[in-house]
């Protein structure tokens, strides 16, 4: 008994001494050797015994930051600058345009001026490539920096009116010289309609600017015509610009080409022009061609012709200008507009 007593007693001595050296070591004690009654809890293990992440810093002392995502509304933009000019104004689609986007320029100029040059530059003055898309707009595309828009106006120069009488213009002249454009406007004469038998006569003297309407809208074919205004139509059909500087009245110019070619003496400029006197002139402008031996015994009234127009009257019948109504020509009836158109158109035709 005393033997088993003193074994237990060493055993006892010899647990006691070696556990503080095992806890040392790292070493675990029995809880039922040692005494310890409170267990060492391991603040960072989960249930299964794995670390737990607390979203702390990591192993290297790093933080990690959080995701952020760009927002598109926040991208860079880049200020177009417009100064201003004489002559005109430049407009810009925007103000502010963000790298790669298409950029348009309006081009205003004002009344009188042209565009005469556009540029665009960045801030280093380095020229930005632009493209004309149409006669008044260009465009470009918008690099990684502001930019400026120069643009030079330049006044146009008033046309030259020609002021000689030998001047060939476009529109008026005797149909088949070269250059001659026609009146491309309908024409607006509400008095002359498809059935009346002056209605191409006065199409063609519309179309080639020798004779306008007593108002935009009315031709008065049956109005009669002035001496005047016969000169001005014969001087338009020798490209003399009637409507350039035409002196003291609205005739004179007209009356000076008609008195110096030999048309007319000049008198009687308002007087109402007769058929026969028509004749002469358009036969005088022809160069007084010599007679004809037309026979005019199929017109009753003949003899009733003026003896210094028969010959002109005979040319003018023997061409088709002058064809007459009832086997009467009505030598000294006045020529009315619808008349004159007629005989002009024959007589260029």
């Not at 503080?20 to 790292?26: E, Q, S, V, Y």
């Not at 417009?82 to 081009?107: F, H, K, Q």
């Not at 595309?141 to 060939?168: G, K, N, Y």
């Not at 086997?327 to 507009?337: C, F, V, Y």
Request: proline share 6%; net charge negative; aromatic share 8%.
């Amino acid at each position: 008994m005393k033997k088993e007593l003193l074994a237990a007693l060493l055993a006892l001595s010899m647990t006691m001494t070696m556990a503080p050296a095992a806890l040392a070591a790292g070493g675990e004690a029995d809880d039922s050797t040692t005494g310890i009654v409170d267990p060492v809890e391991t603040p960072d293990a989960d249930e299964d015994g794995a670390d737990q992440d607390d979203g702390g810093d990591n192993d290297s002392g790093d933080v990690t930051p959080p995701d952020e995502t760009v927002n598109p509304s926040k991208a860079a933009t880049y200020y177009v600058h417009v100064p201003s000019v004489t002559g005109g104004e430049i407009i810009p689609s925007t103000r502010n345009a963000a790298e790669d986007s298409r950029v348009t320029l309006s081009v205003h100029p004002e009344d009188g001026y042209t565009c005469k040059s556009l540029e665009v530059t960045d801030i280093r003055g380095r020229v930005i490539s632009t493209r004309e898309t149409d006669s008044s707009t260009f465009s470009f595309t918008m690099p990684a920096a502001r930019v400026t828009v120069t643009a030079e106006f330049e006044q146009q120069a008033p046309a030259a009116l020609p002021d000689s009488d030998s001047e060939v213009f476009t529109g008026l002249g005797t149909p088949g010289v070269s250059g001659i454009v026609l009146n491309p406007s309908p024409m607006p004469f509400l008095d002359v309609q498809g059935g009346d038998w002056y209605y191409s006569s006065v199409e063609y003297v519309w179309k080639h600017y020798l004779m306008s309407g007593v108002s935009d809208t009315m031709f008065d074919p049956d109005a009669a015509i002035s001496r005047a205004m016969v000169w001005t139509l014969l001087a338009r059909m020798n490209n003399v610009r009637t409507d350039v500087n035409p002196g003291a009245t609205w005739y004179e110019r007209g009356m000076v080409w008609a008195v110096e070619h030999g048309v007319t003496d000049g008198s009687d400029p308002l007087g109402v022009i007769t058929r026969e006197d028509l004749a002469v002139m358009l036969w005088r402008n022809a160069g007084a061609p010599g007679g004809s031996n037309m026979d005019m015994s199929r017109f009753s009234d003949f003899s009733s012709v003026s003896s210094y127009a028969q010959t002109a009257v005979r040319w003018a019948v023997g061409r088709g200008i002058m064809n007459g109504s009832g086997g009467k020509l009505n030598p000294q009836g006045t020529a009315t507009r619808a008349s004159v158109a007629a005989m002009i158109a024959r007589y260029t035709g």
